[in-house]
């Protein structure tokens, strides 16, 4: 048997799935294959807002699936809807990577550091409130492309093309791709959490099946005993699993789309699952932030705090200063 494994063509998504690829072979001790799925993120130029948000590094991935043309797709967890995707799971979530959002900045400034009417890039509305809110002054421009063509558009960072255009002070990215790709040689700066909440799932991957092939849990009778889902299983980290769920419902109950910008991060320390999360105005002149813990170290349970947080925020004025559909 060979497993197929569905994955975008880009740089960071083949290296992220052949690590994934790799470790299911061996656990399983099956051959596996990787599919190439061009997406409709993948073609479309603008900003992903624009296009409908992250769902679409996500859909054709999940036809493949549904139409089995591949057995397993391997995506970044903070690209996936929080809806659910009927006859498909989520199977595994491994264990969580670095989750924070980095500066890679020319001459290696950080960010207070940068001029005034510094230049900085980002694709995400996220991250461009909370620079906003950190540094007023700054030009914060939208920008798409993959993770090397970013790094190009600022000038002497290592491991840059020379023909590469140079023309901003800084980008912010995440941790986890950098290191994923080995260009954490550009970073200038590691944003913490109370400068910069990372996207709902960041650093994460969710390794998605159809659910007939899933593993089976205690008490069901769906899903398979079978080798793949065996090897699925293994690969699943539950401290992971519990923090992404709670960071997921936030976003569900906040019914927030990708214009909104939403950052949640969510961590287990022995008995306790904490969660805080923030909404902010995209101009970045408002924060609501809110923070809660529960002892319920269930998917219910961290789906239970991320839906509190959420009420917290809205009580708060959260769909005020954002774009939420939620009430």
């Not at 656990?27 to 993120?41: A, C, K, N, Q, S």
């Not at 954490?184 to 400068?195: A, C, H, I, R």
């Amino acid at each position: 048997m060979t497993v197929r494994i569905g994955t975008r063509a880009s740089k960071l998504a083949l290296t992220q799935t052949r690590q994934t690829a790799d470790q299911l072979a061996a656990v399983g001790g099956f051959p596996v294959e990787l599919v190439h799925i061009t997406t409709e993120g993948d073609v479309k130029t603008g900003s992903l807002s624009q296009m409908g948000g992250t769902g679409v590094f996500v859909a054709a991935l999940r036809d493949a699936l549904l139409q089995e043309s591949c057995d397993v797709a391997v995506h970044s967890l903070k690209d996936l809807p929080t809806g659910a995707a009927l006859g498909l799971t989520i199977a595994a979530t491994p264990r969580r990577v670095d989750v924070r959002d980095v500066l890679c900045a020319r001459d290696g400034l950080k960010l207070a550091d940068l001029p005034q009417g510094a230049k900085v890039g980002t694709g995400s509305p996220r991250r461009a409130a909370q620079l906003r809110a950190a540094r007023p002054d700054l030009d914060v421009l939208d920008i798409r492309g993959n993770v090397d063509t970013r790094l190009g558009r600022v000038p002497g960072l290592p491991g840059n093309a020379e023909t590469a255009p140079g023309d901003l002070d800084a980008v912010v990215l995440a941790a986890a791709g950098l290191e994923r790709i080995g260009r954490l040689d550009t970073v200038s700066e590691f944003f913490e959490t109370d400068v910069m909440l990372p996207a709902p799932g960041q650093g994460s991957l969710a390794i998605e099946c159809r659910t007939a092939d899933a593993p089976r849990t205690a008490g069901s009778t769906q899903g398979s005993q079978g080798v793949l889902a065996q090897a699925l299983a293994a690969l699943n980290d539950e401290d992971t699993r519990l923090a992404v769920t709670a960071e997921r419902a936030v976003l569900a109950r906040l019914e927030a789309g990708c214009a909104a910008p939403v950052g949640a991060f969510a961590s287990r320390k022995g008995s306790m699952l904490y969660l805080e999360a923030a909404v902010c105005a995209v101009d970045g002149t408002k924060i609501v932030r809110e923070k809660k813990a529960t002892d319920g170290l269930t998917e219910v349970g961290a789906t239970l705090l991320g839906i509190e947080v959420a009420e917290l925020l809205l009580a708060a004025g959260a769909a005020e200063i954002a774009d939420l559909a939620a009430s």
